[in-house]
């Protein structure tokens, strides 16, 4: 049952997912390239779809990104996507293009669509080839629908380490329409974008063209996915999405159009949630780290400050630790390219006071110890030096995160 929240403009529909948008089906089978967990899924929209996506900037782009950057060029709309999860397809040369291409004919196919109408995805281990015979009976067996199980069952299947699923969905109005936006996302080590580092889908009924979905969706990366780090490490794979079906029957919305910054709200509420459960499920994760930056020279130094200090090893280890240990921020904030005057900081974890105008203040460890047992944890840091404010999210590094890491093939 679906439940409705709301906050300013936009309304949370708890319970809501990528499949709550008019005029969207999602599936996920389990085709074997797994022991036994789900391994391939699919989004589909009653209609095609305009679209936008932004990808890892990691210098070797896997075989499924290749082909979705086509599909996407050929007319800038799509109406499916195809995931696979266990094999990354990347570094597999031309046999891993080959066979991206080929998943994507197959699901055009079994849903009679134009071949350049379906984007491909893939996660998993590097340098491995996919096990197509049994892609392609995962994708003869797909039935997507709109049920609950339906929305679970794709997310289950792009999921790797994950401990979770990941999902949120919020509606706005727009022209005096509901206007539904989903989304899922699968994402918990190599997660340090200079862009999206991860798998993100997000499915909307609005009416917008591609090229300014697009635009809205690099603005809006800049202050939440790009703002997330787990480990300081960045994939070959990974991508963010965004169909736009526009059943919801408003005026095709641009940056001149009165609701637009709706529409930004909109959307940056789904890609902060989905940002936000990336970093909490970070691998072997016990805690949500958010730090906020004020006072820097400009929002893109504060950004920049808040990413340097929660992408800290020290840092992070310390929160693992419950050690209120401030230096290790310190150090952080000094490390940054930022302009920073040394004599003005003042730094808070929680509500608790350690550090003002870069004086120590006298704070209770034992009330700082009982801070850091939650399982998110607020730092706050005021540079003094100018208006520009900034926030990063991030997350502990555990004993587990090595243990998950030093066996991931195995």
């Given at each position: 049952m679906q439940a409705v929240s709301q906050t300013g403009l936009i309304k949370e529909i708890t319970g809501g997912s990528i499949i709550t948008p008019k005029g969207y089906k999602t599936d996920g089978v389990h085709a074997g390239l797994r022991y036994s967990?789900?391994?391939?899924?699919?989004?589909?929209?009653?209609?095609?779809?305009?679209?936008?996506a932004v990808y890892t900037t990691s210098q070797f782009q896997a075989a499924p990104l290749i082909v979705t950057q086509e599909s996407i060029a050929f007319e800038e709309t799509i109406q499916a996507v195809v995931v696979n999860s266990a094999c990354a397809n990347a570094c597999t040369g031309e046999r891993g293009i080959r066979d991206a291409f080929q998943m994507r004919k197959w699901t055009a196919k079994k849903f009679d669509l134009p071949e350049h109408y379906v984007a491909v995805a893939s996660t998993g281990v590097i340098g491995e080839y996919l096990a197509m015979d049994k892609v392609d009976t995962g994708i003869q067996n797909f039935q997507p629908g709109i049920e609950p199980a339906h929305s679970d069952a794709f997310q289950t299947a792009i999921l790797t380490t994950d401990l979770v699923m990941k999902n949120c969905c919020y509606s706005a109005k727009i022209d005096g329409k509901t206007v539904v936006m989903g989304g899922a996302a699968k994402g918990s080590g190599m997660i340090h974008p200079n862009m999206a580092t991860m798998l993100g889908f997000i499915t909307t009924d609005a009416n917008i063209e591609s090229k300014h979905l697009l635009a809205a969706l690099r603005e809006v990366t800049d202050t939440t996915f790009?703002?997330?780090t787990v480990d300081g490490d960045t994939s070959t794979n990974d991508m963010v999405l965004v169909m736009a079906n526009g059943l919801?029957?408003?005026?095709?919305?641009?940056?001149?159009?009165?609701?637009?910054?709706?529409?930004?709200?909109?959307?940056?509420?789904?890609?902060?949630?989905?940002?936000?459960?990336?970093?909490?499920?970070?691998?072997?994760?016990?805690?949500?780290?958010?730090?906020?930056?004020?006072?820097?020279?400009?929002?893109?130094?504060?950004?920049?400050?808040?990413?340097?200090?929660?992408?800290?090893?020290?840092?992070?280890?310390?929160?693992?630790?419950?050690?209120?240990?401030?230096?290790?921020?310190?150090g952080a904030i000094g490390q940054s390219s930022v302009n920073i005057n040394p004599s003005s900081v003042d730094i808070a974890i929680g509500p608790i006071v350690m550090l003002k105008n870069s004086v120590p203040q006298a704070f209770s460890e034992e009330q700082a110890s009982e801070y850091l047992k939650n399982k998110i944890i607020h730092i706050f840091v005021d540079l003094n030096n100018g208006k520009?404010?900034?926030?990063?999210?991030?997350?502990?590094?555990?004993?587990?995160?090595?243990?998950?890491?030093?066996?991931?093939?195995?």
């Open positions: 967990k789900k391994d391939l899924g699919i989004i589909i929209s009653d209609v095609p779809a305009n679209c936008g790009n703002q997330i919801s029957g408003n005026t095709s919305l641009t940056p001149d159009h009165p609701d637009w910054d709706v529409f930004l709200q909109l959307l940056a509420k789904n890609c902060e949630s989905l940002a936000k459960q990336i970093a909490k499920d970070g691998e072997g994760a016990t805690k949500l780290i958010e730090v906020e930056v004020i006072g820097a020279e400009t929002v893109v130094d504060a950004r920049k400050v808040a990413k340097q200090i929660v992408g800290s090893n020290l840092v992070k280890t310390a929160i693992y630790g419950e050690d209120a240990n401030w230096g290790r921020i310190i520009g404010n900034g926030k990063a999210w991030g997350c502990d590094l555990s004993y587990d995160y090595v243990k998950i890491n030093a066996s991931y093939r195995t």
